[in-house]
C-alpha cells in the first residue's frame, strides 16, 4: 500500500513569509496528488488537483509542483487566514492521505 | 444549493451498530461517487469507501470490508453508511464526500457534508 508522509508536521511563519509544505509518496503516483487545507473547526476544502492545478477561487499564493514522488505546496505570502492544517491526498484508484501539517502565524 | 446534509452525532456503546445518512441537494444524485472519510479526534483523514449513486456499487478499504455497509436511495438522495462491531477507536467524526468527477470516480473531493460524530463508548 503506498504510503503518505508530509514535513514538517507544523511550522510557524510571520505574515508574509514564503512557507513551503512537502508531501511524499513511498512509490510513483504521478501527478495523482491533491492538496487540502482544513482551518480550525472548518471541513476540508480542496485547494489543488493534479499536483498544480489551483481550483477556483483559490487565491494565487498558493501554487503546487512536482511529480513522481515528490510533491510540494508553497504559499508565497502567509495571510492570517491562511492558518489551517494543509493535508496532500494522493488518488490514483485509491486514496491515502498524508498526516497534515499544522500552519500556524508566528 | 449545493450541498451535502448528514445526520446528527450518535453515541453508541462497544459492539453496536450505527448507520450514518448524507442527503444530497442541488446537483445530479446519480452523477457523482459519494464517498465516506474519517477522523478521529486530533487526527488525519482516513478512506473508507464509496458508493455509486447511480448503480449502487460500493468498494470499501480493506481495513473496513468486514463491518462497513454503504448504500443509497435514489428516490430521497441519500446515501447511508453503516458500521457494525465498533469499537471505541472507531470514535470519529465521519464525513460523506463528493468525488469531483461527473459520471466518473477521479477519488478526490470537492463537496464535503459538515460531518457526523460517533462517539463509542
Known amino acids: 500500500d503506498i504510503q503518505m508522509t508530509q514535513s514538517p508536521s507544523s511550522l510557524s511563519a510571520s505574515v508574509g513569509d514564503r512557507v513551503t509544505i512537502s508531501c511524499r509518496a513511498s512509490q510513483d503516483i504521478t501527478n495523482y496528488l491533491a492538496w487540502y487545507q482544513q482551518k480550525p473547526g472548518n471541513v476540508p476544502e480542496l485547494l489543488i488537483s493534479?499536483?498544480?492545478t489551483l481550483q477556483t477561487g483559490v487565491p494565487s499564493r498558493f501554487s503546487g509542483s512536482g511529480s513522481g514522488t515528490d510533491f510540494t505546496l508553497t504559499i508565497s505570502s502567509l495571510q492570517p487566514e491562511d492558518v489551517a492544517t494543509y493535508y496532500c491526498?494522493?488518488?490514483?484508484?485509491?486514496?491515502?492521505f498524508g498526516p497534515g501539517t499544522k500552519v500556524n502565524i508566528k | 444549493q449545493v450541498q451535502l446534509v448528514q445526520s446528527g452525532a450518535e453515541v453508541k456503546g462497544p459492539g453496536a451498530s450505527v448507520k450514518v445518512s448524507c442527503k444530497a441537494s442541488?446537483?445530479?444524485?446519480?452523477?457523482?461517487?459519494m464517498h465516506w472519510l474519517r477522523q478521529a479526534p486530533g487526527q488525519g483523514l482516513e478512506w473508507m469507501g464509496w458508493?455509486?449513486?447511480?448503480?449502487?456499487?460500493?468498494k470499501y478499504a480493506q481495513k473496513f470490508h468486514d463491518r462497513v455497509t454503504m448504500t443509497r436511495d435514489t428516490s430521497i438522495t441519500t446515501v447511508y453508511m453503516e458500521m457494525s462491531r465498533l469499537r471505541s477507536d472507531d470514535t470519529a467524526v465521519y464525513y460523506c464526500?463528493?468525488?469531483?468527477?461527473?459520471?466518473?470516480?477521479?477519488?478526490?473531493?470537492?463537496?464535503w457534508g459538515r460531518g457526523t460524530l460517533v462517539t463509542v463508548s
Open positions: 458508493v455509486d449513486p447511480n448503480s449502487g456499487g460500493t
Open positions: 493534479a499536483a498544480s
Open positions: 464526500v463528493r468525488d469531483v468527477g461527473n459520471w466518473n470516480n477521479y477519488w478526490y473531493f470537492d463537496l
Open positions: 442541488g446537483y445530479t444524485f446519480t452523477g457523482y461517487y
Open positions: 491526498q494522493r488518488y490514483n484508484s485509491a486514496v491515502t
